[in-house]
């Protein structure tokens, strides 16, 4: 009989739901692509209904349930930090209590109530050892040194230790207060962006700044030991207390309050940013470096929030002692409900490992997919103008040639995504080499700020040939950065600088620096995806006909979604938001939709659309 | 996989019959209230004071209009009356346990030491102490339990104090509480 886990993590950000059976990943999908609101935080119902349905079982069939976190311990840090900063912290209280007293502390109850039938042992994991369980039983590695890094668990704000076969020890710690997370996240909150989901803009706002405040960071705010630990001087920040991150003091010392969300991004912010990624690099290398003096060992995994900041982690394959490097592509809380599942699978019941090559997260290609009868019949029920295309060169060949005309194009094939990126399955792809590129689909398509280049999507074989990559190093899960080759590099013209100097971003990162615009950083850099044919199938020979057809192995890949808006489950959310919005083309499996045959009555006001993810987090 | 998102399940905290009986009774006791309270102050015939009160809640039987007025007024202040109550609750929770705890000191190392070059500590002193947390739970063990077992272990019994405070919580709870994510802070909590 087999042993089905369903691994959960939920009631924070980003709920999820993953399944094992006999210890291979069934299934793993995020609440928020199934309610369709960003960064989910309720119970994950629907995303367990899909896991139990993907492997044909019921929650009566389930051996074990295991979740991401130890809500006592998680408690017991709460009721310490209530203790350290009253009577100040009354705010973060009554913020607080309602939401354990209703339904935290009754965890174990609420896991039941909401899988009628399962009879069998809820396990507790720990939510750094969920991380690192995520981290080190897919990759490919048989012993590996293990780095998680994020705001906060239940105490840890980051360990390391090393994983062997089946075995896993974290034997370090940094607890909370002092958290590398929580120090991005407060800079974040500083520069008007929002906490938990808005550091990735600030990443991608540090290339347009000087690092100037790094001194007075390290003088002030934090000691950053050799060994990559931070202390932190807690006057400057405001999260024990309250419901900022940040305190007057911070603001005294940086000379002002925080930016307001939505006003204009000045220099400081940019220096900001620059300040604190390079500050946020220093420490993950250092912290790598240490790991790698403990361990010896040549190979690195990382998971936790921290390790999504793929420019550090392109810092680290480049600079850092560690050969391979292997990241969870769900890094953040979603993959916590992976890693508990695997924990319980190694651990608690002493299951045998054997490392899979490339890994065994299957392309983290873990979500719903559809047939193409059904997409067929959704298409009729529409009234969608389309064309069903079985043969797949035909298809394949069409759509790389309507890419290579610049146009815009929907890409909806196979599993859905496990983790934060589209790599290739919920995606909106392009040109890369087309300099308009960039802004059509940020104004058009996406409506955000659009400081931020999109991501290069490249054939496996060439990456080494556009990016400073060793030919055998790849980025399958788009986690790592590295900068354009010089060979690809344009020169800047005398207009070019001029607009360089244009307070307005959009008009930097508009420059032409390099033969493929749409994917290159006013740094240079580039957020890459390597694709190949084992684990993208499909996208994979897509990229191939672009290739044979424009000489150019690389295209522009960004999320099948609008700024604030989940990205796309089913082919009704890919049809809403292909028809709301100035896309091109939309495939849906050997289905192809034109924009302009579609029937003018049917597309609907995009305001309407835009304005049900409005206030959503980005 | 249906095509289209699933939808939320339809849930309905009370049936009409429900809240017609209850009405009923309330009708019953209000009159009976009014009554007594007549004869208490003396009033003359105190039983038609007690009739007379039927007439403001009894056209709800009837009308549902004003049955629904009724029981929109009766939800606003028991809603407004919870509000005051989780407020009471969490302060007097708040500033009377947790100032006097609080002067004894916290868990949280928040001093740099002298000469201090490392942050990392081993994880095997704390692991000791939480040991207990990872086993899988008991089935169906009350939560209040856990979390004195799981205080006591590391010596914080004075926790058995919050229990009230936690039970009067849980009955004055606030629809939708879970769903909040504050913008402006790490949810820490």
Same mark, same amino acid.
């Given at each position: 009989?087999?042993?089905?886990?369903?691994?959960?993590? !939920?009631?924070?950000?980003?709920?999820?739901?993953?399944?094992?059976?006999?210890g291979t990943?069934?299934?793993?999908?995020q609440?928020?692509?199934?309610?369709?609101?960003?960064? =989910?935080?309720?119970?994950?119902?629907n995303a367990?209904?899909?896991?139990?349905?993907?492997?044909?079982?019921?929650?009566?069939?389930l051996?074990?349930?295991?979740?991401?976190?130890?809500?006592?311990?998680?408690?017991?840090?709460?009721?310490?930090t209530?203790?350290?900063?009253?009577?100040?912290?009354?705010?973060?209280?009554?913020?607080?209590?309602?939401?354990?007293?209703?339904?935290?502390?009754?965890?174990?109850?609420?896991?039941?109530?909401a899988?009628?039938?399962?009879?069998?042992?809820?396990?507790f994991?720990?939510?750094?050892?969920?991380?690192?369980?995520?981290?080190?039983?897919?990759?490919?590695?048989?012993?590996?040194?293990?780095?998680?890094?994020?705001?906060?668990?239940?105490?840890?704000?980051?360990?390391?230790?090393?994983?062997?076969?089946? $075995?896993?020890?974290?034997?370090?710690? $940094?607890?909370?207060?002092?958290?590398?997370? %929580?120090?991005?996240?407060?800079?974040?909150h500083?520069?008007?962006?929002?906490?938990?989901?808005?550091?990735?803009?600030?990443?991608?706002? !540090?290339?347009?700044?000087? +690092?100037?405040?790094?001194?007075l960071?390290?003088? #002030?705010?934090?000691?950053?030991?050799?060994?990559?630990s931070?202390?932190m001087d807690?006057?400057?920040?405001?999260?024990?207390?309250?419901l900022?991150?940040?305190?007057? #003091?911070?603001?005294?010392?940086?000379?002002?309050? *925080?930016r307001?969300?939505?006003?204009?991004?000045?220099?400081?912010?940019?220096?900001?940013?620059?300040?604190?990624?390079?500050?946020?690099?220093?420490?993950?290398?250092?912290?790598?470096?240490?790991?790698?003096?403990?361990?010896?060992?040549?190979n690195?995994?990382?998971?936790?929030?921290?390790a999504?900041?793929?420019v550090?982690?392109?810092?680290?394959?480049?600079?850092?002692?560690f050969?391979?490097?292997?990241i969870?592509?769900?890094?953040?809380?979603?993959g916590?409900?992976?890693?508990?599942?695997?924990?319980?699978w190694?651990?608690? %019941?002493?299951?045998?490992?054997?490392?899979?090559?490339?890994d !065994? $997260?299957?392309g983290?290609?873990?979500?719903?997919?559809?047939?193409?009868?059904d997409?067929?019949?959704?298409?009729?029920?529409?009234?969608?103008?389309?064309?069903?295309?079985? =043969?797949?060169?035909?298809?394949?060949?069409?759509?790389?040639?309507?890419?290579?005309?610049?146009?815009?194009?929907?890409?909806?094939q196979?599993?859905?995504?496990?983790?934060p990126?589209?790599?290739?399955?919920?995606?909106?792809?392009g040109?890369a080499?087309? +300099?308009?590129? $960039?802004q059509?689909?940020n104004?058009s398509?996406?409506f955000?700020?659009?400081?931020?280049p999109?991501?290069?999507?490249?054939?496996?074989?060439?990456?080494?040939?556009?990016f400073?990559? #060793?030919? =055998?190093?790849?980025?399958?899960?788009?986690?790592?950065?590295?900068?354009?080759?010089?060979?690809?590099?344009t020169?800047?013209?005398?207009?070019?600088?001029?607009? %360089?100097?244009?307070?307005?971003?959009r008009?930097?990162v508009?420059?032409?620096?390099?033969?493929? *615009?749409a994917?290159?950083?006013? =740094?240079?850099?580039?957020?890459?995806?390597?694709?190949?044919?084992?684990?993208?199938?499909?996208?994979?020979?897509?990229?191939?006909?672009?290739?044979?057809?424009?000489?150019?192995?690389?295209?522009?890949?960004?999320?099948?979604?609008?700024?604030?808006?989940?990205?796309?489950?089913?082919?009704?959310?890919?049809?809403?938001?292909?028809m709301?919005?100035?896309?091109?083309?939309?495939?849906?499996?050997?289905h192809?939709?034109?924009?302009?045959?579609?029937?003018?009555?049917?597309?609907?006001?995009?305001?309407?659309?835009?304005?049900?993810?409005?206030?959503a987090?980005? | 996989?249906?095509?289209?998102?699933?939808?939320?399940p339809?849930?309905?905290?009370?049936?009409?019959?429900?809240?017609?009986?209850?009405?009923i009774?309330?009708?019953?006791?209000?009159?009976?209230?009014?009554?007594?309270?007549?004869?208490?102050?003396g009033?003359?015939?105190?039983?038609?004071?007690?009739?007379?009160?039927?007439?403001?809640?009894?056209?709800?039987?009837?009308?549902?209009?004003?049955?629904?007025?009724?029981?929109?007024?009766?939800?606003?202040?028991?809603?407004?009356?919870?509000?005051?109550?989780?407020?009471?609750?969490?302060?007097?929770?708040?500033?009377?346990?947790?100032?006097?705890?609080?002067?004894?000191?916290?868990?949280?190392?928040?001093?740099?030491?002298?000469?201090?070059?490392?942050?990392?500590?081993?994880?095997?002193?704390?692991?000791?102490?939480?040991?207990?947390?990872?086993?899988?739970?008991?089935?169906?063990?009350?939560?209040?339990?856990?979390?004195?077992?799981?205080?006591?272990?590391?010596?914080?019994?004075?926790?058995?104090?919050?229990?009230?405070?936690?039970?009067?919580?849980?009955?004055?709870?606030k629809?939708?509480?879970?769903?909040?994510?504050?913008?402006?802070?790490?949810?820490?909590?």
């Amino acid at each position: 009989m087999s042993v089905n886990i369903l691994g959960l993590s !939920a009631f924070y950000h980003d709920s999820a739901a993953a399944l094992l059976r006999d210890g291979t990943i069934v299934a793993a999908a995020q609440e928020e692509r199934f309610t369709r609101r960003k960064h =989910d935080p309720a119970f994950p119902t629907n995303a367990a209904a899909f896991c139990l349905s993907e492997a044909g079982i019921s929650a009566g069939d389930l051996t074990a349930v295991a979740f991401y976190e130890r809500p006592l311990v998680k408690w017991d840090r709460l009721v310490e930090t209530f203790s350290e900063f009253a009577p100040r912290g009354f705010a973060l209280f009554e913020e607080a209590m309602p939401t354990w007293a209703e339904l935290k502390l009754q965890l174990p109850s609420r896991v039941r109530t909401a899988l009628p039938g399962f009879s069998g042992d809820v396990y507790f994991v720990d939510h750094h050892e969920s991380h690192a369980a995520s981290a080190f039983f897919p990759s490919p590695f048989s012993e590996a040194a293990i780095l998680t890094v994020d705001a906060v668990g239940e105490w840890s704000t980051s360990t390391f230790g090393t994983g062997h076969g089946n $075995q896993l020890v974290l034997s370090h710690e $940094q607890r909370f207060p002092h958290s590398l997370g %929580m120090l991005y996240s407060a800079f974040t909150h500083y520069a008007g962006f929002r906490v938990n989901s808005g550091e990735y803009k600030l990443m991608g706002l !540090a290339p347009y700044g000087k +690092p100037r405040y790094v001194d007075l960071i390290r003088d #002030r705010l934090i000691k950053l030991m050799a060994d990559g630990s931070i202390w932190m001087d807690m006057s400057y920040f405001h999260y024990g207390q309250g419901l900022t991150m940040t305190s007057p #003091r911070f603001h005294e010392l940086f000379g002002g309050p *925080p930016r307001e969300p939505e006003a204009l991004i000045t220099a400081k912010e940019m220096d900001l940013a620059a300040s604190i990624q390079v500050v946020c690099e220093d420490a993950m290398l250092a912290a790598a470096r240490h790991l790698h003096s403990e361990t010896k060992t040549p190979n690195l995994v990382m998971a936790g929030g921290v390790a999504l900041n793929c420019v550090a982690n392109g810092r680290l394959r480049r600079e850092g002692p560690f050969e391979n490097i292997w990241i969870q592509p769900a890094a953040g809380d979603a993959g916590g409900a992976l890693g508990a599942a695997l924990l319980v699978w190694h651990r608690e %019941m002493n299951q045998p490992r054997q490392p899979q090559f490339p890994d !065994a $997260q299957s392309g983290s290609l873990l979500g719903p997919k559809f047939s193409n009868d059904d997409i067929g019949l959704f298409l009729d029920s529409m009234g969608a103008a389309y064309e069903h295309i079985p =043969d797949e060169e035909t298809l394949l060949d069409r759509v790389a040639r309507l890419m290579a005309e610049e146009k815009v194009v929907g890409w909806f094939q196979g599993r859905m995504e496990f983790g934060p990126r589209a790599l290739g399955c919920r995606s909106i792809i392009g040109d890369a080499r087309s +300099p308009r590129m $960039q802004q059509k689909m940020n104004v058009s398509i996406k409506f955000r700020e659009s400081f931020r280049p999109f991501a290069p999507c490249i054939l496996r074989e060439h990456a080494h040939e556009y990016f400073e990559m #060793r030919p =055998d190093e790849e980025s399958p899960y788009m986690l790592f950065v590295a900068p354009v080759l010089s060979t690809w590099r344009t020169q800047l013209t005398d207009r070019d600088r001029q607009d %360089m100097e244009n307070p307005d971003l959009r008009v930097r990162v508009s420059v032409k620096r390099s033969t493929v *615009p749409a994917v290159t950083h006013v =740094d240079y850099s580039a957020r890459i995806q390597t694709v190949d044919e084992g684990r993208h199938g499909r996208y994979y020979r897509l990229m191939r006909h672009f290739h044979a057809l424009t000489d150019c192995p690389v295209i522009v890949n960004t999320s099948f979604n609008i700024r604030g808006e989940p990205i796309v489950c089913t082919p009704d959310d890919a049809y809403r938001c292909f028809m709301a919005t100035d896309m091109d083309c939309l495939v849906l499996e050997d289905h192809i939709l034109l924009k302009n045959a579609q029937t003018f009555s049917l597309i609907p006001n995009i305001d309407d659309y835009r304005k049900q993810y409005s206030g959503a987090l980005d | 996989m249906p095509l289209t998102k699933p939808q939320p399940p339809l849930t309905v905290s009370f049936r009409r019959a429900d809240i017609r009986a209850l009405w009923i009774i309330t009708t019953a006791v209000f009159s009976l209230a009014v009554g007594l309270a007549a004869d208490t102050f003396g009033a003359p015939m105190p039983w038609a004071w007690g009739v007379a009160a039927l007439a403001l809640p009894l056209p709800g039987l009837v009308w549902p209009p004003w049955f629904r007025l009724g029981v929109r007024v009766w939800n606003r202040c028991a809603e407004s009356g919870a509000a005051v109550l989780r407020a009471y609750v969490l302060k007097v929770g708040y500033y009377l346990l947790f100032s006097g705890v609080g002067r004894t000191g916290s868990a949280l190392d928040l001093d740099l030491r002298n000469g201090e070059t490392s942050r990392w500590i081993s994880r095997a002193r704390h692991e000791q102490t939480f040991a207990g947390c990872n086993r899988p739970s008991a089935q169906g063990g009350w939560w209040g339990r856990e979390l004195l077992a799981s205080a006591g272990l590391r010596g914080n019994a004075w926790q058995v104090s919050l229990l009230p405070v936690m039970l009067l919580l849980m009955l004055l709870r606030k629809e939708g509480q879970e769903s909040a994510l504050p913008s402006s802070t790490y949810t820490l909590y």
